[in-house]
């Protein structure tokens, strides 16, 4: 069966495409193949930034196959809905930095796989997001009434997500939902570009990682947990290679060259 998921690397950036077209709805086999993808960007040493995109001009995700759920049964939801949950959460688990390069229509769970990223940025005029699951009947299932409330805050989160409706990218951007949205015509150069500043030499990936899982712990634990968390991290960085040679450029007052190591 081909891959409804493509992974490449490119200098340094894991580029994940989700291709099953037309709007790259996913079912299980795709969401196997995304998680896949997701462990081979985290298992490589030359990848230090994780882009996520859907192929084409269109659709980032459309979300769930509907017409796919119909027909499973209860059971088999559950363990689809678990399963795409701890593809997220994988995610966000992976300590590099990951990108949603959303360049089209963003919607429902495919909406909830960005949001598990940690930087979005959108094509201008590309398409629109939101968690239209209320008008099945439904919540959202991959994490959404989790993370849109931790982004830009409950009483703005609750609406959207009990409305149904659709945001234009620049109503995300206004809400801090996306960070930026490039013109079409350089969208993707421009995202390209944004993630290779945190790459090697210019940004000490390790440190990079580091610092988002201690971020990210920052929403989940109390503030003395957290700090616990920020000191282990510390120390890893410590003695990296790349820590030696930030901290000798600066007392050589010349620009560090990193590693990744």
Known sequence: MAKLVDYTVDNGLGIIELNSPPAHAYGHEMMRDLDDAI???????????????????KFFCGGADIKMLNEKSPSYFYYFSLHAQETARR??????????????????????????????????????????E??????????????????????KAVE????????????????GILHYVYEPATFWEETLAYARQFCPPNKASMAVGRIKLSARMSL????HEG??????????????ADA????????????????GK
Do not use: W
């Not at 930095?97 to 930087?119: S, T």
């Not at 700090?227 to 990296?240: D, F, N, P």
């Open 39 to 57: 462990l081979q960007a985290r298992m490589d040493d030359e990848v230090y930034v994780i882009i996520l995109r859907g192929k084409g001009e």
């Open 91 to 132: 995610l966000e688990l992976t300590p590099k930095l990951v990108i949603a390069a959303i360049n089209g229509h963003c919607m429902g769970g495919g909406f909830e796989i960005a949001l598990a990223c940690d930087i979005r940025v959108a094509k201008r005029d590309g398409g629109r997001l939101g968690l239209p």
């Open 134 to 155: 209320i008008n099945l009947g439904l919540e959202p299932g991959v994490g959404g009434t989790q993370r849109l409330p931790r982004i830009i805050g409950y009483a």
């Open 160 to 175: 959207i997500i009990a409305t149904g409706r659709a945001l234009a990218f620049e109503e995300a951007l206004d809400l």
């Open 220 to 223: 989940e634990t109390g503030i």
């Open 227 to 240: 700090i616990i968390i920020e000191h282990e991290t510390l120390q890893q960085l410590y003695v990296s």
């Open 244 to 259: 030696r040679e930030g901290v000798s450029a600066y007392l050589q007052k010349r620009q560090a060259k990193y590693t």
